[in-house]
């Protein structure tokens, strides 16, 4: 979609709008007046001010006064803000109303927006249960820095796995709710759909292949709070929302600066694996800059701007490893080129040979006697894990204009780059031939893999009435272009004038979504009725763009062509050799005859760049989805204690066809203290563009017998190809699911709240990975479609189920002297379960039944759904506060993680581990030394606990198991904030 067609987009949604809104208000009257904090009389900057069962309000500026139009008669004025107690005032027949607000660091009784379409209510007094975190109060008391990592370790429901390593899978951290897939997440910005990032993660916590918004475009300091609904809401919000909706709500306020300064970085002590791995210096050094301020549009509006710059270097986990560095060949100089011409691979043997030290040639002759000439040893040829250096800037905007009491314009959106480069590689070892050049790489290298990340996104909107009805409407662009490089790279089958850095491809996503919501508060039918009902229109592109043509050819390096009649010999008369050495002979042991302009391959050199392929012409794509939806959200209290909630949507897909979907959720209150709720609700999600699409070869590591990884090329097709029909793999069908709630919230006291919830989602034809599949083993000259790698597919593989139990308490303890104890449990306990595979009649002549299953849908996939994350986790703190001085203790419990293999013993027994519990404590301190300026120190992981290393049969790229606290160790930071 280029640049006019989105102008046309923007600019045609503007006029609609504008069209659609005039004045329709008759008997108003305005109301005006000053918001202050009751403890000191400031003040206080961004209040919402609305009226009850409306979306008519306004907020609060920087000398807290405010206006507002409301009814010449009736009605109530809601006061709320984060921090402070909400307060509803009748409107009587006054013009002024002065309100002065109690400090309440409890956050759940915030008014919220995201589950519920009706205004004014707060968590508590919800269906369907949401956290809703305050970013802008908590973000500098906590170590880390991003949203995703920062809600990983606030709210037990959700995670976002930063992945060690593993080619792409390392460049986003997807982010998931109640163990489900991370595409199964709808993330929200201001209540506007979000686009997911342009690159498909293919190894995720839960075993699925996933797109997911990444969260590190959106600068934390953007935003005042994020509102996770832990609920299946597609019928409310559309498909995605199959695990819960994050809505991300971004800062509004005007005429204060605030910005933070963190700097850290991790010991890097090498943990527990003794030998295995080696103490390095700090590393993972970082910085992070942002800083948010609000200018004032006249007296009616407000633009809030945001930058950041962040800056993190790599950290550095080796897996010190015994696998072969120098083969016979290298260390006897026994290797030729195609034309049988020798290669020196060992000088130093040479020169100690011709000195007549007849010992040192000996050692030499040895991979230990190399290492030690060379100056190297065993650890320079080690895996590196952990995480990617990274260089990011963004900015963010959020933009409003009261037009008249009736009419805001509204605007938001941002842009960032990020460049990630990281070890996601495995070294390329001179005793692999077939990846080795002694003139590049005389001691083999180690490749590292780039992304070049934009990210734009825009959303133009207006809130207006239309009779009776508040309407919104907006049109939300975005867009993702990964742009994907390699360094330190090569083809080998090109040989020496290979280029090593190269442009492997572009992946680019862009979304564009046009809404139209309309609500209305109905008072008078029974305790009141809320009813609210829109339409979507959203158009979706994926592309794939091919990079240069070096990182996806097969080049001559290692061909031999005969000009003439001639025998396959070298220069010294003997036959040519292959990779291993081997003399290349007929049947009958002499040299191969070839004619004129014959070709034979002498040395099997790999293809493409090392560690992954570029995107070629066959990898190309240019895919559109237009989808259309409309739908039904309605609100009813019967009673005051008594509200029910339904929800309808019918959406239709321009390649899935079309789905009506339903929620239904209800609400009592047995006391004031007491509140039951529950839900049921069904939804539907179309497979990505990039899943239907994807399509890419890169070099997996599989142990042989000696437990070696060697490479293998692997193709991922999409599910319309050629390999896909001919093995008989069949089209992606959507996801249907079914999601049930029941709960309860307890608020025995003021700033004790207790919330318990339990759910189940049921997910059929939940989208995976099949294994590997080879011509060998499916037959029917399935060679002639794939060639000599091996094949795998995205496919539904199984229908699965995840229940669980979350519970979140807070509570508040003020003491004498202006001190204040809060404490916070929350836990989620929580079981995924595969309930059937769904393998097809696959067209397979060499394989038995039961390994059909088994590949399509394989036993370490299954085993990563089920118990590769831990079914529980639990986050309790203690935040200490007292005047100018803070101090905040937490720890994170993740149980138990098992992993399943597929490989097992002469025995079979499978090399499955079980990984025992795992805990880690964050700590900081904070001291303001005035208003303006505050100073804080602290720690993530402060004891340095490194997860159970992997047993023997298990480590390839990886040393530690990833899915609990991550192999990075302790983390320490400073930061300085800002406040003007």
């Known amino acids: 979609m280029n640049s006019i067609v989105r102008k046309q987009i923007t600019g045609l949604s503007l006029a609609i709008a504008l069209l659609l809104t005039h004045p329709m208000l008759a008997q108003l009257r305005t109301i005006s007046g000053r918001v202050t904090a009751q403890e000191d009389n400031t003040p206080i900057t961004g209040v919402n001010v609305v009226l009850k069962g409306t979306n008519t309000g306004a907020l609060t500026d920087a000398n807290g006064t405010y206006q507002v139009s409301v009814p010449a008669s009736g009605g109530t004025l809601t006061f709320s803000f984060i921090g402070f107690g909400t307060r509803e005032v009748p409107l009587g027949s006054a013009s002024t109303i002065n309100i002065a607000l109690t400090t309440d660091a409890n956050q759940l009784s915030e008014l919220i927006v995201t589950g519920s379409r009706s205004t004014g209510r707060t968590a508590l007094e919800t269906a369907v249960p949401v956290d809703v975190i305050s970013i802008k109060e908590i973000m500098g008391d906590l170590p880390q820095m991003d949203l995703a990592q920062i809600?990983?370790?606030?709210?037990?429901?959700?995670?976002?796995?930063?992945?060690?390593?593993?080619?792409?899978?390392?460049?986003?951290?997807?982010?998931?709710?109640?163990?489900?897939?991370?595409?199964?997440?709808?993330?929200?910005?201001?209540?506007?759909?979000?686009?997911t990032s342009a690159l498909l993660i293919t190894t995720t916590a839960v075993g699925s292949p996933s797109t997911s918004v990444d969260m590190m475009t959106i600068p934390a300091a953007?935003?005042?709070?994020?509102?996770?609904?832990?609920?299946?809401?597609?019928?409310?919000?559309?498909?995605?929302?199959?695990?819960?909706?994050?809505?991300?709500?971004?800062?509004?306020?005007?005429?204060?600066?605030?910005?933070?300064?963190?700097?850290?970085?991790?010991?890097?002590?090498?943990?527990?694996?003794?030998?295995?791995?080696?103490?390095?210096?700090?590393?993972g050094f970082n910085y992070q800059f942002d800083a948010n301020y609000g200018f004032k549009i006249g007296d009616r509006g407000y633009f809030n701007l945001t930058g950041q710059i962040t800056q993190r270097k790599p950290t550095i986990r080796r897996f010190v490893n015994d696998y072969p560095i120098y083969d016979n060949t290298y260390l006897n100089n026994l290797r030729t080129d195609k034309l049988g011409r020798p290669i020196i691979t060992n000088p130093e043997l040479i020169n100690a040979q011709v000195a007549g030290n007849t010992t040192l040639a000996q050692t030499l002759t040895t991979q230990p006697g190399l290492l030690a000439a060379r100056d190297y040893t065993p650890a320079d040829f080690s895996v590196f894990a952990g995480a990617p250096g990274i260089t990011l800037g963004s900015l963010f905007y959020n933009a409003g204009y009261e037009i008249n009491a009736n009419t805001t314009l509204y605007s938001f959106g941002g842009m960032s780059y990020k460049y990630l480069k990281g070890f996601s590689c495995y070294y390329r070892r001179p005793a692999q031939t077939d990846r080795f050049n002694y003139l590049l790489y005389p001691n083999g290298f180690r490749p590292q893999l780039t992304t070049n990340a934009a990210d734009i996104s825009n959303t133009v909107g207006l809130?207006?009435?239309?009779?009776?009805?508040?309407?919104?409407?907006?049109?939300?662009?975005?867009?993702?272009?990964?742009?994907?490089?390699?360094?330190?790279?090569?083809?080998?089958?090109?040989?020496?004038?290979?280029?090593?850095?190269?442009?492997?491809?572009?992946?680019?996503?862009?979304?564009?979504?046009?809404?139209?919501?309309?609500?209305?508060?109905?008072?008078?039918?029974?305790?009141?009725?809320?009813?609210?009902f829109g339409a979507e229109m959203r158009i979706e592109n994926y592309k794939i763009i091919k990079g240069q043509e070096e990182s996806y050819t097969y080049g001559d390096a290692g061909i031999y062509t005969a000009t003439q009649p001639s025998l396959l010999i070298?220069?010294?008369?003997?036959?040519?050799?292959?990779?291993?050495?081997?003399?290349?002979?007929?049947?009958?042991?002499?040299?191969?005859?070839?004619?004129?302009?014959?070709?034979?391959?002498?040395?099997?050199?790999?293809?493409?760049?090392?560690?992954?392929?570029?995107?070629?012409?066959?990898?190309?794509?240019?895919?559109?989805?237009?989808?259309?939806?409309?739908?039904?959200?309605?609100?009813?209290?019967?009673?005051?204690?008594?509200?029910?909630?339904?929800?309808?949507?019918?959406?239709?897909?321009?390649?899935?066809?079309?789905?009506?979907?339903?929620?239904?959720?209800?609400?009592?209150?047995?006391?004031?203290?007491?509140?039951?709720?529950?839900?049921?609700?069904?939804?539907?999600?179309?497979?990505?563009?990039?899943?239907?699409?994807?399509?890419?070869?890169?070099?997996?590591?599989?142990?042989?017998?000696?437990?070696?990884?060697?490479?293998?090329?692997?193709?991922?097709?999409?599910?319309?190809?050629?390999?896909?029909?001919?093995?008989?793999?069949?089209?992606?069908?959507?996801?249907?699911?079914?999601?049930?709630?029941?709960?309860?919230?307890?608020?025995?006291?003021?700033?004790?709240?207790?919330?318990?919830?339990?759910?189940?989602?049921?997910?059929?034809?939940?989208?995976?990975?099949?294994?590997?599949?080879?011509?060998?083993?499916?037959?029917?000259?399935?060679?002639?479609?794939?060639?000599?790698?091996?094949?795998?597919?995205?496919?539904?593989?199984?229908?699965?189920?995840?229940?669980?139990?979350?519970?979140?308490?807070?509570?508040?303890?003020?003491?004498?002297?202006?001190?204040?104890?809060?404490?916070?449990?929350a836990a989620i306990f929580s079981r995924n379960t595969i309930l059937s595979r769904n393998p097809p009649t696959l067209n397979v002549a060499n394989l038995t039944t039961d390994q059909v299953i088994e590949k399509y849908l394989s036993r370490d996939v299954a085993g990563q759904f089920e118990t590769g994350t831990p079914r529980t986790k639990l986050?309790?703190?203690?935040?200490?506060?007292?005047?100018?001085?803070?101090?905040?203790?937490?720890?994170?419990?993740?149980?138990?993680?098992?992993?399943?293999?597929?490989?097992?013993?002469?025995?079979?027994?499978?090399?499955?581990?079980?990984?025992?519990?795992?805990?880690?404590?964050?700590?900081?301190?904070?001291?303001?030394?005035?208003?303006?300026?505050?100073?804080?120190?602290?720690?993530?992981?402060?004891?340095?606990?490194?997860?159970?290393?992997?047993?023997?049969?298990?480590?390839?790229?990886?040393?530690?198991?990833?899915?609990?606290?991550?192999?990075n160790g302790s983390y320490y930071y400073g930061r300085v904030q800002l406040n003007f």
Request: a neutral charge.
């Open 222 to 283: 953007s935003i005042d709070r994020v509102e996770i609904l832990r609920d299946g809401a597609a019928a409310q919000y559309g498909s995605d929302a199959v695990a819960g909706v994050i809505n991300i709500i971004l800062k509004k306020g005007t005429n204060k600066l605030t910005a933070n300064l963190t700097g850290g970085g991790y010991p890097n002590t090498g943990g527990q694996a003794g030998d295995l791995t080696k103490a390095g210096t700090p590393d």
């Open 463 to 532: 809130r207006s009435k239309i009779g009776e009805f508040s309407m919104d409407f907006s049109n939300t662009f975005g867009q993702n272009t990964a742009q994907i490089g390699m360094v330190n790279t090569y083809n080998a089958s090109i040989g020496a004038n290979s280029p090593v850095n190269m442009n492997i491809g572009t992946n680019q996503f862009t979304q564009n979504s046009t809404n139209i919501d309309l609500s209305r508060y109905f008072k008078g039918v029974m305790s009141g009725l809320n009813l609210a």
């Open 151 to 195: 809600l990983t370790f606030v709210a037990p429901s959700f995670n976002a796995v930063r992945n060690q390593g593993g080619d792409l899978d390392s460049h986003v951290d997807p982010i998931q709710l109640r163990n489900l897939a991370p595409n199964q997440t709808l993330v929200l910005v201001n209540g506007k759909r979000r686009h």
């Open 570 to 825: 070298g220069p010294d008369g003997k036959p040519l050799q292959n990779n291993g050495g081997t003399p290349i002979v007929g049947a009958d042991g002499n040299p191969l005859s070839l004619y004129a302009g014959q070709s034979v391959v002498v040395k099997s050199l790999a293809a493409n760049c090392q560690c992954f392929s570029g995107f070629g012409p066959k990898d190309e794509r240019n895919a559109f989805r237009t989808t259309m939806a409309a739908y039904l959200d309605t609100e009813l209290e019967l009673t005051r204690k008594f509200l029910v909630a339904a929800a309808v949507r019918v959406e239709n897909y321009s390649d899935f066809g079309g789905v009506a979907i339903g929620k239904f959720a209800a609400r009592y209150l047995v006391t004031d203290k007491l509140t039951i709720r529950g839900s049921a609700a069904t939804g539907f999600r179309a497979p990505s563009l990039q899943e239907l699409n994807y399509t890419h070869t890169t070099t997996a590591f599989i142990p042989d017998a000696a437990g070696i990884p060697q490479p293998l090329d692997v193709t991922t097709y999409a599910t319309n190809s050629t390999a896909a029909r001919a093995l008989g793999i069949k089209g992606l069908k959507q996801e249907n699911s079914r999601t049930y709630g029941f709960g309860m919230t307890y608020q025995p006291m003021r700033g004790f709240e207790v919330t318990v919830d339990a759910y189940q989602v049921d997910v059929d034809n939940r989208i995976f990975q099949t294994s590997f599949f080879n011509a060998g083993e499916v037959g029917n000259n399935y060679g002639e479609v794939i060639g000599g790698g091996e094949a795998q597919f995205f496919i539904n593989g199984a229908n699965v189920r995840s229940r669980g139990i979350e519970l979140v308490g807070h509570y508040t303890q003020q003491l004498a002297r202006n001190q204040s104890f809060t404490y916070s449990l």
């Open 875 to 967: 986050i309790g703190s203690i935040m200490y506060r007292h005047s100018k001085f803070d101090a905040m203790l937490r720890g994170t419990y993740f149980g138990q993680v098992t992993s399943l293999s597929v490989s097992a013993d002469e025995k079979g027994n499978y090399y499955d581990q079980t990984f025992s519990p795992q805990t880690v404590l964050d700590l900081s301190v904070g001291y303001a030394l005035n208003r303006n300026l505050k100073l804080s120190l602290g720690g993530s992981n402060i004891l340095d606990k490194y997860p159970q290393v992997l047993r023997a049969e298990n480590r390839g790229f990886t040393l530690y198991n990833n899915y609990q606290q991550g192999s």
